[in-house]
């Protein structure tokens, strides 16, 4: 054998080796792995939707619902502050199409007060497009940069608020990306059970409320009295006091609660009340995950969910939420999120939190307390929110930036409106992957029995590098952590039947050089130099329409060009050089050149 | 021993030497595939016009047409007339039916059913919500929003209304709800209602009628709203367009000028027989089949690229023949291989057409007839074009000739006389 011969071969053992390496986690079971594979190699073929089973669903954002919300709000901002800055009360104030706040003053002359100390805050979000002193009328646009954003920002939010929701059901991979108004749910692996739950939860609009905690009452003694003990066979509910005194006037507060390790606990405890037991109809139930403390007021890894009794009304929500932002609280230097109220929220906060002074005001998200909070004194236009969460500060951190940008926007600015949805059930998965490899050891077959008739032992060479294009392709896509679909598979099958042409090509070359009456080496040779063109080609072509496949594809799809993409990259591969390589090792022993090739 | 004799017991399905005629005869290809494409367009209105049980061009997937799929697995025999008539009754008429292939070999009822619906409420319904809940206490609905294919309702009254009550007063109109909360702020008196999904409503249907626990398992569902039908159809035929582009300049880039048309009009013809297929069998047309049709063009391509190699090899090295013949002998160098290798395609996409279930199989079903096509589109519709064009070119080369420019031009290989 010639020096480079050997080159190749270790070459090719070496990406060989390192293509096993990263199949191990795929095919292997995690116990028997040895420990340095669980180590570096932990990548793995995903299963894709259609054969783990799980949801796919697409939603449209309605963004120029959003614009318009934004435009409406200008405009009762702008009509507020003239009401009072400007004493103008005859005025009408209407929306035009999606950005236009049309003003009529009555009388007309009175359009001066629109001045620009009015319109200062206003300057980079709306323009003026149309001013008339005899008439009164005065139109203001929104910026179109100021468009884009809003849209822009009620595309993110939604996919925030999606991504959210989705991680606190805990499914494990879930994907959610954005294309154009779109955004694209996927969540493999959901039990069929949970579809229609996910969906509502998905669908519901986030919402910021605030909320006045009733303590003290005479509902919860008599609810706390009648919980079953938990020494007797009790339901897991803890019966908690807990008291606090105003700072400024020093009068004490006394309140029951209820804790428990799960929150299913308590809400079923609370439906299961009747009688005069009821939950008043005014008044509700919040709750909040909180930590649990030793006798020593230590932080303890227990997490318990316990009870808040509160009104039912929210005075404050987050509609009127001007602004929030990410902070540093400054005793604890952990990460919070302070928010400010416009106008009109500040003044519904001053006279809410005015009136409730020494009582607990919760803060609720989607339904969930996320702190609550004894309100000390008149709060204003600003306030904050500590975050609720355990574990390390970048997680908080990251955690409290999701929460600005729910909170930015408050609510859902936009609704959502679902377009396409996929379910696939988990029987319908297994049972797709069984038969589609039916198909695939079938073809395989038929490729290496024919393959071995009409070409003989160098059939041999031909099925030695279709199976380890298989090994290579499987390889890569673990190395990518690739989901395999069904159409993927088909893809994977479809190379079996495409990879052995380029093979089928270069034989035929072979054994026309041969009948020219030229040697077996020369044969080989010139076989391999002059098919590979043609080779070259045909696998670009595929390789273009693989790309086209790829980027228009959705979901199952682009899985199909995945597979086909990486198959023509290393069908290439095997079925010329190392085919090349292997026919050398064959064909090429220094001095004994063969007088013949089994082809 | 020379080395030819070593090696003359190749085993061969076209003997070395053998020269098929094929250009000769090209006219009566050409006529075939006249005849098939003929049909395609044909048969595209007869589906849509003439068939009545058909009813579109192509049997349009709910991915492009929008409503829903759902296959239903029933834990009893169950008949498909029945079913039709159970959802007839509970308001989603025009159903199909159509009983579901087995997918796991043990004995079960399966069904796919189709409906236009996307939403459990129509656009009928929506009318008698708007109506039944104009006055709601002494509240006055002022908007009322619903969109096809959504699955909620907004609800804006002038006063504040109690939701449950709202939610009451659904479900006495036959609308059942998940959820129904105040949106946005509190006053503007808006009401967010989250509607049943479908699914579960056509379950509940069936149940009713064949007792309950008759519908076992909903395996699957997939519904899609009309308008982003609309857009995957836009989609689909772009990508169509735009890989045949693609192709085209690296065809132009890699050969010269002459060799792109005929690859072109060679997998425009395998596209369009493959999509008559779908026509002539009503089989489902769904983005699967797209993606099918696109791998069909990758497979003509590679095939016509093979033949076309060998020609503009033969075509420098036998310039002193006729170009028609170089083309033909040509075909016939390259004939073993585009058989063989059809062949194990073939093997391949039948097994998948076979053994695969769903979506594999119309996928298997697409591929079959685009290698058969496309084999043989490579040769007898490609390549007579390029004949044809070389022609053309080799004609308005001989004008400049004549002309006195380009006077010192190589030898054509037309310009000597038939060998």
């Known amino acids: ?599 | 021993m020379p080395a030819t004799n070593a090696h003359q017991k190749f085993v061969e399905i076209i003997k070395p030497g053998s020269n098929y005629e094929f250009i000769g005869r090209q006219k009566y290809w050409i006529g075939l595939s006249i005849v098939l494409v003929t049909l395609t367009a044909i048969m595209l209105p007869l589906n849509a016009y003439v068939f009545k049980s058909r009813g579109h061009m192509l049997n349009w997937g709910v991915d492009f047409r929008g409503g829903s799929e759902i296959v239903l697995e029933f834990s009893k025999p169950v008949e498909a007339g029945e079913i039709r008539k159970t959802l007839a009754d509970a308001g989603f008429a025009d159903a199909d039916v159509v009983k579901y292939a087995d997918p796991t070999g043990l004995k079960k009822w399966n069904y796919m059913i189709r409906v236009a619906a996307v939403s459990v409420v129509s656009e009928q319904q929506a009318k008698q919500i708007q109506e039944s809940l104009a006055h709601e206490g002494n509240a006055t609905l002022k908007r009322f929003e619903w969109s096809e294919g959504g699955d909620k309702v907004y609800l804006r009254y002038d006063k504040p209304v109690d939701p449950s009550s709202l939610a009451n007063s659904l479900k006495a109109i036959g609308v059942n709800t998940n959820q129904v909360q105040t949106f946005g702020r509190a006053d503007e008196n808006t009401y967010e209602v989250t509607l049943v999904g479908l699914d579960t409503e056509i379950r509940r249907a069936l149940d009713a009628r064949l007792g309950e626990g008759a519908v076992a398992a909903i395996p699957s569902v997939e519904s899609v709203g009309a308008k982003a039908g609309k857009q995957l159809q836009f989609d689909g035929a772009r990508s169509l367009l735009y890989a045949i582009l693609l192709i085209m300049v690296y065809i132009a880039f890699r050969f010269d000028l002459r060799y792109g048309p005929g690859t072109v009009v060679a997998l425009l013809h395998d596209a369009v027989i493959t999509v008559g297929a779908f026509a002539v069998t009503y089989k489902e047309f769904s983005l699967t089949t797209v993606a099918a049709v696109l791998t069909v063009i990758g497979y003509s391509m590679n095939d016509t690229i093979v033949v076309f190699d060998r020609i503009r090899e033969n075509a420098t090295r036998l310039r002193d023949r006729r170009f028609d013949r170089i083309v033909n002998q040509s075909i016939n160098e390259t004939l073993s291989r585009t058989l063989l290798t059809s062949a194990t395609v073939l093997f391949v996409t039948l097994a998948m057409n076979w053994f695969g279930v769903g979506v594999i199989r119309d996928f298997a079903f697409a591929l079959n007839i685009g290698v058969l096509v496309g084999t043989y589109s490579s040769i007898f519709i490609a390549s007579p074009i390029l004949i044809w064009l070389n022609d053309k070119y080799v004609i308005s080369q001989k004008r400049q000739q004549s002309t006195g420019r380009n006077a010192r031009r190589p030898r054509r290989d037309d310009d000597e006389p038939e060998v």
């Open chain 1, 1 to 599: 054998m010639e020096r480079s011969w050997w080159w190749k071969a270790a070459l090719y053992g070496f990406v060989t080796v390192v293509a096993v390496l990263y199949l191990i986690p795929t095919v292997v079971p995690e116990d028997k792995q040895p420990a340095f594979i669980q180590k570096h190699f932990q990548k793995r073929i995903q299963l894709g939707l259609d054969l783990q089973g799980g949801l796919h669903l697409v939603y449209e954002v309605n963004v120029d619902k959003a614009v318009a919300g934004k435009v409406d709000r200008l405009a009762s901002d702008i009509e507020d502050r003239l009401h009072k800055d400007k004493g103008t009360n005859d005025l009408v104030v209407s929306r035009e199409g999606r950005d236009d706040i049309v003003f009529t003053f009555k009388p007309p002359s009175d359009e001066t007060k629109l001045d620009d100390a009015v319109l200062k805050d206003y300057r980079k979000t709306l323009d003026i497009v149309s001013r008339d002193a005899t008439t009164g009328v005065v139109r203001l646009r929104l910026d179109p940069d100021q468009v884009e954003e809003v849209r822009d920002y009620a595309l993110r939010q939604g996919i925030e608020t999606i991504r959210g929701r989705v991680d606190k059901f805990g499914v494990s991979e879930p994907t959610i990306i954005k294309k154009g108004t779109d955004i694209i749910v996927e969540l493999p692996g959901l039990k069929s059970a949970d579809f229609e739950r996910i969906k509502s939860i998905i669908g519901r609009t986030a919402q910021l409320e605030f909320k006045i905690v009733d303590d003290g009452s005479e509902y919860m003694r008599k609810v706390a009295a009648s919980v079953p003990k938990n020494d007797k066979g009790g339901a897991g509910i803890d019966v908690v006091p807990e008291s606090w005194t105003e700072k400024d006037s020093s009068k004490p507060h006394e309140d029951v609660t209820l804790r428990s390790k799960s929150r299913d606990t308590l809400m079923k405890f609370f439906d299961g009340l009747t009688g005069e037991l009821a939950l008043p109809p005014d008044h509700e139930i919040g709750y909040e995950e909180t930590q649990g403390r030793n006798e020593n007021g230590e932080a303890t890894p227990d997490r318990y969910w316990r009870t808040y009794y509160m009104h039912k009304r929210a005075p404050l929500t987050g509609e009127y939420l001007s602004n929030a932002d990410q902070t540093w609280d400054q005793q604890t230097g952990r990460p919070e999120v302070s928010f400010e109220f416009d106008r009109q929220g500040a003044a519904i906060s001053e006279r809410m939190t005015g009136d409730n002074i020494g009582r607990k005001m919760a803060i609720l998200l989607d339904d969930k307390i996320n702190s609550a909070p004894v309100i000390e004194g008149r709060i204003g236009a600003r306030g904050r929110i500590t975050l609720g969460g355990f574990g390390d500060p970048f997680a908080l951190q990251q955690e409290a930036k999701d929460l600005v940008a729910v909170l930015r926007s408050g609510a859902l600015p936009a609704p959502l409106r679902k377009t396409f949805e996929t379910q696939v059930g988990p029987t319908m998965g297994r049972d797709s992957v069984d038969k589609a490899k039916i198909s695939m050891y079938i073809g395989a077959a038929a490729v290496v029995a024919f393959m071995l008739i009409y070409y003989r032992l160098s059939g041999i060479i031909a099925i030695a590098a279709m199976i380890l294009n298989m090994l290579y392709m499987i390889a890569i896509l673990a190395a990518f952590e690739a989901s395999l679909t069904l159409p993927g598979i088909a893809g994977l099958v479809l190379t079996i039947g495409m990879a052995v042409d380029a093979n089928i090509i270069i034989y035929e070359r072979i054994r026309e050089e041969l009948r020219l009456g030229k040697s077996v080496r020369t044969a080989v040779d010139s076989g391999f130099a002059r098919a590979f063109w043609t080779v070259f080609d045909a696998h670009v072509t595929n390789f273009v329409a693989g790309v086209v496949l790829y980027s228009y594809g959705s979901g199952p799809i682009r899985g199909f060009a995945v597979t086909l993409l990486v198959g023509i990259v290393t069908n290439l591969f095997t079925s010329y050089w190392l085919s090349h390589w292997m026919f050398d090792g064959v064909v090429g022993r220094r001095g004994a050149a063969r007088a013949t090739l089994s082809i």
